[in-house]
Structures are given as structure tokens and as C-alpha cells.
């Protein structure tokens, strides 16, 4: 069955200290990961995915076979950065449908 | 501006009341999907569109029907509300191509049932 795990509900950093957000996945197949977010009062949007391989608001996610895996890291938390975090998942196939994990809230203190 | 549209964004309603919450795009995607939000939970896929005239239930049995008459529309009706519909809505729409297009998320309708 797919599914996406994001353990933490709340992760509480400094500013300036690594960042890092969980996800795990299991589905049969190769699927695509993304990373949402959502701001206070903004609405959910794409943050990156992987076949993309970019480096967003200094944010990078690789995606780990192996581990099945895809977790969120920034070497140097900003404030800016706190926000709710959904990892996404979603095969290839025609008929494929997004599915998003529970989320975690990221809190970044001064 | 082209964007996606919801709404209500706060709607508080009587049990047995139906109600209709409107989501509109003017991206020209052909896919449109309902999910359903309950706090500091998942999103939950409830209805999707691939689009005009095709419609699917998602993952998460709701008691909700949508319709897809025109592209741009994607309105999801519910007959006779409860409480346990007691939710937030959010309406996304993305592009048929490339495959696994991102979702544009609308603001979200917050349903509260009386």
C-alpha cells in the first residue's frame, strides 16, 4: 500500500542550527517525492521535488532507495523557514494520484 | 490573474443543511482533486478529476459528490451535512503534462457543522 510518514509532528530548532524533516514512504514501484509547505496564512505549495534536484530557499531533499526515504535538510535554520511541511508522493502511472503525509510543523527560534 | 478559487473560506451550518463549496481555476489544468484536512493531520484525497465529465472517489470515503461540468468548475456538494463533516477543504488543480505536474492549492474552505 503507498503511504508517506512524517514522524514528527513538531520539530523546534535555533536559528542557525541544521534542520532536518522526516519522511519515509513505502510503495511498490518507483514513485516521485516532493516537499509542500505552508506558511502562516499562505496556502500549501510545492517547495521542491526530487527529480528536480534543486536547492530551494536553501532546502535540499535526496531521495534514498534504499531507506526509502526522502528527508528535508538546510544547514542554517532562518526564521523565515517556520512553516508546516508535507511530504508528498505520487507514482507514475496515468491514474496516479498525490498522496501527502501528516505533516510537521517547524518552529524556529531566535 | 490566473489563480484557484474557493469558496467559502469559513462556512458554519446546521446538521441536515446541504451545502456546495465552489472551487474554480483559471489555469486551464485538466485535473482538479478535493482533500480533506482535519488539524495537525494529512491531507486526505476525497474526490478527483482527470477531466470534463470524469470524476473518481479518492482514498478517504466521503459522503461528498463533486461534478465536473466545465473544466474551470469543481464544486463538491454535500446532501445533508453532519458533524463529523466538521473539516477543512482544500481544492488543488495541475497540468496533464509532464506527468505528476504540481498541485496549485486554493485557500481552503473551513466547514464547521452544527
Known amino acids: 500500500a503507498q503511504r508517506v510518514t512524517q514522524p514528527e509532528k513538531l520539530l523546534s530548532v535555533f536559528k542557525g542550527a541544521p534542520v532536518e524533516l522526516k519522511c519515509n514512504y513505502s510503495y511498490s514501484g518507483s514513485p516521485e517525492l516532493f516537499w509542500y509547505v505552508q506558511y502562516s496564512r499562505q496556502r500549501l505549495q510545492l517547495l521542491l521535488r526530487h527529480i528536480s534536484r534543486e536547492s530551494i530557499k536553501g532546502f535540499t531533499a535526496d531521495l534514498n532507495k534504499g531507506e526509502t526515504s526522502f528527508h528535508l535538510k538546510k544547514p542554517f535554520a532562518q526564521e523565515e523557514d517556520s512553516a508546516m511541511y508535507y511530504c508528498?508522493?505520487?507514482?507514475?502511472?496515468?491514474?496516479?494520484?498525490?498522496?501527502f503525509g501528516s505533516g510537521t510543523r517547524l518552529s524556529i527560534r531566535p | 490573474e490566473a489563480d484557484i478559487y474557493q469558496t467559502p473560506r469559513y462556512l458554519v451550518i446546521g446538521t441536515g443543511k446541504k451545502i456546495t463549496l465552489e472551487c474554480s481555476q483559471t489555469m486551464g489544468h485538466d485535473k482538479m482533486y478535493w482533500y480533506q484536512q482535519d488539524p495537525g493531520m494529512e491531507l486526505h484525497l476525497i474526490h478527483y478529476?482527470?477531466?470534463?465529465?470524469?470524476?473518481e472517489k479518492g482514498d478517504l470515503s466521503s459522503e461528498s459528490t463533486v461534478s465536473r461540468i466545465r473544466t474551470e468548475h469543481f464544486p463538491l456538494t454535500l446532501e445533508s451535512a453532519r458533524p463529523s463533516h466538521t473539516s477543512q477543504y482544500l481544492c488543488a488543480s495541475s497540468d496533464s503534462v509532464p506527468q505528476n505536474s504540481p498541485l496549485h492549492f486554493g485557500n481552503g474552505t473551513r466547514l464547521t457543522v452544527t
Open positions: 508528498a508522493l505520487a507514482g507514475y502511472s496515468s491514474a496516479s494520484k498525490i498522496i
Open positions: 478529476s482527470y477531466g470534463v465529465n470524469s470524476t
